[in-house]
């Protein structure tokens, strides 16, 4: 699921290889590890160096012809030297260099890029891009057509178990042929460090590392940790065959804070200010936590995926004595309470309350419920349905076969806990939405 946001390099330019050894912090029985960067280089990435025509390194490809490609003398970043495509016709093509990386590593690559009455043919929409050849893996490309000057993109990629991997600086794609002149300079390579926990792993650029001090990194780590173990002592499955669950500095889907998954795609432009407040405020960040939750998700009974996420990130916070930051405050365990019974924009008070409906109003509903009956019941309920396999068909249906549930465990009328007309607002909210 995306999470919205709301108010929410070791560059490679030489050819070498540089590694450090691993070492292993002990916490609370956990062993976290510290990789550093493999690094591994592109050859002329600023395309400074060369001889005749050509960029020392780096070779072209076309799908068809119609396409020059020219090392360009003063036309890059700063007057320095580039590389461009013009295309007179519809093509996809390319400048490539093949790079040995370290099979299996997250891996960002980024470039600079400008265009020039950049067009599609018909629809197509990927126009100036970096990419990995030969595989569906390519920049975001929005706003690489039509003429634009120089901005940095980015492409997120893991490398393959040989390692070869071979980059294109690209005007068109597979399927997405353009004319135009596409402009690139000083294209770079970052593999992201990975530091691991029991249940969870984090890969991370490393000057995002470096803003942790001492060891708070692995303080962090440890209460992913132990939120994953909660999460699983709650619904009593775990997500994608019990594999550790990955939290990646990301480059996709810009204007979303965090994308569920595995792994967890965080976007860079994010990361280093939560750092700041995880490393300075033993912050536990209600971000993460909520990607971890949708990642524990199960569609028998799951009617509304962002009040589940809150719903459940609530019982590993109470457990733990969490503290998580929102709406400029810090709430530490069952304090979280309060920012869904009045301080949250979506709160009850604000929303069920008045016959409107929003999901953190509805998690303040759930968590009234448990201050009446306790979590037993919310765990035979998850467990009810995996056992069974219920799934029903609509959303107000799960909902009403969960409260049913919750009743029957708990011996409780669980609905007796919602006020005149709640029930209504938040059916009526499923049946339609």
């Known amino acids: 699921m995306k999470k919205k946001l709301k108010s929410f390099c070791t560059v490679l330019s030489l050819m070498f290889l540089f590694q450090v050894q691993p070492h292993n912090i002990a916490l609370d029985g956990g062993i976290y590890t510290n990789e550093a960067n493999a690094v591994t280089v592109i050859s002329n990435g600023n395309f400074e160096s060369g001889s005749g025509n050509a960029p020392t390194g780096w070779s072209t490809d076309a799908w068809t012809t119609g396409s020059s490609f020219t090392w360009e003398q003063s036309a890059g ?3 320095s030297k580039c590389i461009s495509i013009t295309s007179n016709s519809y093509n996809d093509a390319r400048w490539v260099q093949t790079v040995q990386l370290t099979p299996n590593k997250h891996y960002v690559l980024s470039a600079y890029v400008k265009g020039e009455n950049i067009n599609p043919d018909g629809t197509a929409t990927t126009g100036a891009n970096i990419s990995v050849m030969d595989e569906w893996t390519v920049s975001d490309s929005t706003e690489s057509t039509g003429t634009f ?12 178990e040989s390692g070869s ?5 690209r005007l068109g794609f597979y399927g997405s042929v353009m004319s135009g002149k596409a402009y690139f300079d000083d294209i770079e390579i970052i593999e992201l460090q990975r530091r691991s926990g029991r249940n969870v792993y984090l890969n991370l650029e490393s000057s995002q590392w470096s803003i942790f001090t001492g060891t708070n990194d692995t303080r962090w780590i440890g209460h992913l940790d132990d939120a994953y173990d909660k999460y699983y002592e709650l619904v009593g499955t775990k997500p994608y065959n019990g594999t550790n669950i990955g939290i990646k500095s990301a480059h996709i889907y810009p204007g979303y804070w965090a994308i569920a998954g595995n792994p967890i795609n965080w976007n860079q432009p994010y990361v280093a200010e939560e750092i700041y407040k995880i490393n300075t405020d033993d912050d536990w960040s209600f971000g993460i936590l909520h990607e971890i939750g949708h990642d524990f998700d199960q569609d028998g009974w799951n009617w509304d995926a962002e009040f589940w996420a809150n719903t ?13 930051f929102q709406n400029n405050t ?9 920012y869904y019974r009045t301080h949250a924009s979506g709160s009850y008070a604000n929303t069920i309350a008045n016959r409107t409906f929003k999901g953190d109003g509805l998690t303040y509903c759930f968590i ?9 019941p919310f765990k035979m309920t998850f467990r009810y349905f995996t056992s069974s396999g219920a799934n029903p068909a609509s ?7 969960f409260l049913d549930k919750l009743t029957e465990y708990s011996g409780y009328d669980v609905r007796s806990t919602f006020l005149t007309g709640e029930l209504d607002t938040i059916r009526n909210y499923l049946a339609a939405n």
């Open 77 to 79: 970043r700063n007057g």
């Open 149 to 160: 000057g120089w901005k940095k993109i980015y492409l997120d990629f893991v490398a393959p």
């Open 165 to 169: 991997v071979k980059l294109g600086c």
């Open 312 to 324: 459940k990130m609530y019982y590993v916070v109470e457990q733990l004595g969490g503290k998580v």
């Open 330 to 338: 810090y709430y530490v365990g069952s304090q979280l309470e309060n």
């Open 368 to 376: 009234r419920i448990k201050n009446v009956i306790g979590w037993e």
């Open 395 to 401: 959303k107000v249906a799960k909902f009403d076969l």
